[in-house]
């Protein structure tokens, strides 16, 4: 019998087995480029590749055919270490952070060292913003399937961009989303704390107001706001200008997370991570923030968006994370679709 006591669930930087993502196949989401985006894609691809084994779901009709040549190119062109493997599961969208799989580790001296089981929440796209979604909901079980790695379904509605964990039970959240009805009816903070504590083992769960990026549509996921360096220090997205719209709720972003109590016992520590410059696409504000990147096997992947602000972020990354190389990777077309890097991504931790 499962006893998910026996679990925990891993900081994004501890050692990967892979980085998961989906290929882009709507162009709903990129409305008017859509034939920058595979490109696009690819080369962020081909970065994941010089890191680390990269799984691309591919199922949709053509999208393995079309994606091929653009990713050899690409991890060719970047020296890629490793070559992108395309796995044939559809997908409705890239956004394979929130409708991807979450992975649990067994804790060392337990009958589940060693093992792994993966949590498949329920998936909506974003309240039911976007459909369809029928694909995306299933890409947790299916890749579950695929790996032969146990399956186990809370039947509630959570996206992967909306938690954040520093891998010794504390857990870092919004209330702008996790408590809005428009997931799950009659949430309440002290039910859902409830459920983070039960499903990802959660010893403590600090809730931020949310919200402040301006053209974010997920309702304030936490994986655009505040990114766990360490147990101790967070990286907070701060504004670009004192005046600017949204630096009040980011503000208090920034004072939640300092007031806030860490797994060490002691207050996070959080460190400014300016915003660029707003950027616009047909006259709408995009969700351009630099909280948005990924951590790989020994690298960093920063979203750039050819502003003055780019090289300051990548300089924080490099000494929040000194021993990993930081790679910027072009996200201006890429966050047209309201997500950068973080948000089409989903890690596959080492079981061991």
């Not at 329920?122 to 032969?148: E, F, M, T």
């Not at 009659?186 to 600090?206: D, K, S």
Request: charged residues 20%.
């Amino acid at each position: 019998m499962l006893k998910l006591t026996d679990y925990r669930w891993p900081a994004e930087w501890e050692p990967h087995v892979a980085t998961w993502t989906a290929w882009p196949v709507n162009p709903n989401t990129w409305p008017g480029i859509f034939e920058r985006i595979p490109p696009a894609f690819a080369e962020f691809a081909a970065a994941i590749a010089q890191f680390e084994p990269v799984r691309i779901l591919a199922g949709s009709d053509g999208a393995a055919a079309a994606a091929a040549p653009l990713l050899d190119a690409a991890c060719s062109r970047q020296g890629s270490r490793y070559a992108a493997e395309l796995i044939n599961i559809p997908v409705n969208d890239s956004w394979c952070r929130d409708h991807g799989p979450i992975f649990l580790n067994g804790r060392p001296g337990t009958p589940a060292t060693g093992s792994q089981v993966i949590i498949d929440w329920d998936y909506n796209a974003w309240g039911g913003k976007y459909p369809p979604w029928n694909h995306d909901q299933l890409a947790g079980r299916r890749i579950a399937a695929s790996l032969g790695i146990r399956c186990i379904r809370p039947c509630l509605t959570l996206e992967g961009g909306a938690i954040e964990g520093d891998g010794q039970g504390t857990i870092m959240t919004t209330e702008s989303c996790l408590l809005n009805p428009n997931r799950n009816l009659a949430m309440t903070r002290e039910i859902m704390t409830e459920i983070l504590q039960i499903w990802l083992q959660a010893e403590r769960v600090i809730w931020l107001p949310g919200g402040g990026v301006e053209g974010d549509d997920t309702d304030g996921h936490i994986d655009q706001s505040a990114r766990f360096v360490d147990a101790e220090r967070v990286l907070v997205a701060t504004p670009y200008c004192e005046d600017a719209p949204e630096a009040h709720d980011l503000r208090q972003n920034f004072e939640a997370v300092a007031t806030a109590i860490g797994s060490t016992g002691k207050h996070l520590q959080p460190i400014p991570l300016p915003m660029p410059a707003p950027k616009f696409q047909d006259g709408s504000r995009l969700p351009a923030c630099y909280c948005n990147y990924i951590l790989v096997n020994g690298g960093v992947l920063v979203p750039t968006f050819r502003d003055p602000a780019d090289d300051r972020a990548l300089q924080i990354l490099q000494d929040c994370y000194p021993d990993r190389r930081i790679v910027g990777v072009d996200c201006l077309d890429l966050v047209w679709g309201l997500g950068a890097l973080h948000c089409m991504t989903q890690q596959q931790p080492a079981a061991g």
